[in-house]
């Protein structure tokens, strides 16, 4: 079976740093996506990473290792619109759909 | 408008009745698929198609139909709605690549 652990809330003061990890365990590997989510929207692509290594855009930054399966995302000088939930979702390659297997979400509370 | 777009965004139904969620893209995007996000579950898929006339299940597929005659519709019918299918449901596109996925905004079903 697939299986993606992620905690499922954490709180973090405004301009402080925070890293939300994903480990997971799958039959299949082709990529990690990490997804934001702001309650009732939809998910919005965050980040891709299909090497290990650190991926950095702007205030947000994500980690693979593939041999852990572990993955992180890092979000630095936290605004108050990063209040949301943050998606864990792996790239299964059993067909060639690549079909996405998500976590169940970190809740990030971001407190002034 | 290019885009993703799900309709209805709310819909109430009563156990037992035929609906069906809308889901239309205008990217041409080849694959394209369904979602389903219930609390502590995360999303989970439902079906998915690589093509025209092409589809396939998902990890939860039972209960549900789907067609794609058109490459830019993927509609998703809940033949005889049970409450166990309330949810929030997602319908996602991507291209060639495994970049790309994006979301709609979501339809908000109810089965009473």
């Known amino acids: 079976g697939q299986n993606i652990d992620q905690p499922t809330e954490m709180t973090a003061t405004e301009g402080a740093i925070v890293q939300i990890n994903c480990t997971y365990q799958?039959?299949?590997?082709?990529?990690l996506f990490w997804y934001q989510q702001h309650a009732g929207e939809a998910p919005t692509f965050l980040s891709y990473n299909v090497l290990d290594g650190l991926e950095e855009k702007g205030r947000f930054s994500s980690f693979l290792s593939r041999s852990k399966g572990y993955s992180y995302l890092l979000l630095k000088e936290l605004q108050m619109k990063d209040s949301a939930s943050y998606l864990c979702?792996?790239?299964?390659?059993?067909?060639?759909?690549?079909?996405?297997?998500f976590g169940t979400g970190t809740r990030l509370t971001v407190i002034p | 408008d290019a885009g993703i777009t799900q309709s209805p965004r709310y819909k109430i139904t009563e156990t037992g009745r035929q609906v069906t969620l809308m889901c239309h893209q205008t990217w041409s995007h080849s694959y394209m698929f369904w979602y389903r996000q219930d609390l502590g579950h995360g999303l989970r898929l439902i079906y998915y198609s690589a093509a025209a006339d092409i589809t396939d299940k998902g990890e939860v597929p039972d209960g549900y139909v789907v067609s794609r005659s058109k490459t830019e519709n993927f509609p998703l019918t809940l033949e005889s709605a049970t409450r166990s299918q309330t949810s929030v449901y997602f319908c996602a596109s991507r291209g060639t690549d495994n970049y790309g996925y994006t979301f709609g905004s979501g339809t908000r079903l109810t089965v009473v």
């Open positions: 799958t039959s299949g590997f082709n990529g």
């Open positions: 979702a792996v790239i299964l390659d059993q067909t060639g759909a690549n079909n996405l297997f």
